[in-house]
């Protein structure tokens, strides 16, 4: 997962250590099974194309972009773990 520093942790203003530790915490209390990084501010965007948050990038092992899925639900989640058991189930 990429996000940046905002400056904010909830509603309340702070710094990039403090948002660091929340970003730590909320990687923790969802049970995230993957890595998250903090991109320089607009980078990730910037170099997307995304205009919307959350978005998902699916990246099949030869580093092509397979799948780009925009916002969040039920219905996301599941396209996105059809595209993930076709591209597992690829050689």
Do not use: H
């Not at 890595?35 to 990038?57: D, H, N």
């Not at 990246?59 to 780009?68: E, H, L, P, Q, S």
């Amino acid at each position: 997962g990429v996000t940046q520093f905002y400056g904010t942790a909830g509603d309340k203003k702070v710094t990039n250590l403090q948002e660091l530790d929340f970003v730590r915490d909320f990687k923790a209390e969802n049970k995230l099974p993957y890595p998250l990084v903090i991109s320089s501010r607009g980078e990730s965007q910037a170099q997307y194309g995304v205009s919307a948050l959350p978005t998902t990038f699916l990246i099949d092992r030869k580093g092509a972009v397979r799948y780009i899925g925009i916002g969040a639900g039920e219905e996301e989640a599941e396209n996105i773990q059809e595209m993930l058991d076709k591209l597992i189930d690829e050689q």
